[in-house]
């Protein structure tokens, strides 16, 4: 069946690169994406990719898919007190649009 | 541009009283409309999806209700709550399935 599998927690000092990393198995999933929820809010949609694509950078942002692999990475620059927040990677499906999430990596920024 | 409104933020029921969670999408005709649920454990659990007034699809059995009375208008009932529907509730729309848009959430708490 599908599933998106990342790990739970990752603690990066403020300045420092983060790397979140994601697993998915649905090889025909045609985008893949990263979400990003501080504490009692919404999800907001950071960046996608398409699935012939293996890399895609904006600003701080950069996504690596490994489509082989089926590994999605999403790395954070310089990394903020601000970027502090759980972060989900989710992938589309087949069925309506409903897309498969993570359980989400929760990311402690220490100054 | 598109916005979504989604309200009460926050809601305490007791047990067995009826619930009425209510969405509204702006700037955009005929989305796609979902309810998903965020449980204690940061998964998220999609509810229902609507691809139209009208037709609604249930992903997981339950005590919930969707109904769709208006294009751009989701709405999630209950007659009778129970404790385990307590969690953070997330309407979402998207346009042909792709890049889920999320309100800000309703915290229900059921005692």
């Known amino acids: 069946g599908e599933d998106v599998e990342q790990s739970l927690f990752l603690s990066v000092r403020e300045g420092d690169s983060s790397v979140i990393n994601c697993t998915y198995t649905?090889?025909?999933?045609?985008?893949l994406y990263w979400y990003k929820q501080e504490p009692g809010a919404g999800l907001q949609l950071l960046t996608y990719i398409f699935s012939n694509m293996d890399m895609k950078q904006d600003q701080r942002l950069t996504v690596l898919l490994n489509k082989k692999d089926k590994h999605l990475s999403l790395r954070i620059a310089d990394t903020q007190t601000g970027d502090s927040a759980i972060y989900f990677c989710a992938e589309s499906t087949r069925s309506q649009g409903n897309l498969i999430f993570g359980k989400g990596t929760k990311l402690s920024v220490k100054p | 541009s598109q916005t979504i409104h989604q309200w009460p933020a926050t809601l305490v029921q007791p047990v067995g009283s009826p619930l009425s969670l209510e969405c509204t999408v702006e700037g955009t005709s005929n989305p796609n409309l979902y309810w998903y649920r965020q449980a204690a454990g940061r998964g998220l659990q999609l509810l229902f999806y609507s691809i139209g007034i009208g037709q609604i699809s249930s992903e997981v059995p339950q005590n919930l209700s969707a109904s769709r009375p208006q294009d751009r208008q989701f709405i999630l009932s209950s007659k009778k709550l129970l404790l385990s529907d307590s969690g953070f509730y997330l309407c979402?729309?998207?346009?042909?399935?792709?890049?889920?848009?999320f309100g800000s959430g309703t915290q229900l708490s059921v005692l």
């Open positions: 649905d090889s025909s999933s045609t985008y």
């Open positions: 979402a729309w998207s346009i042909g399935g792709e890049k889920l848009f």
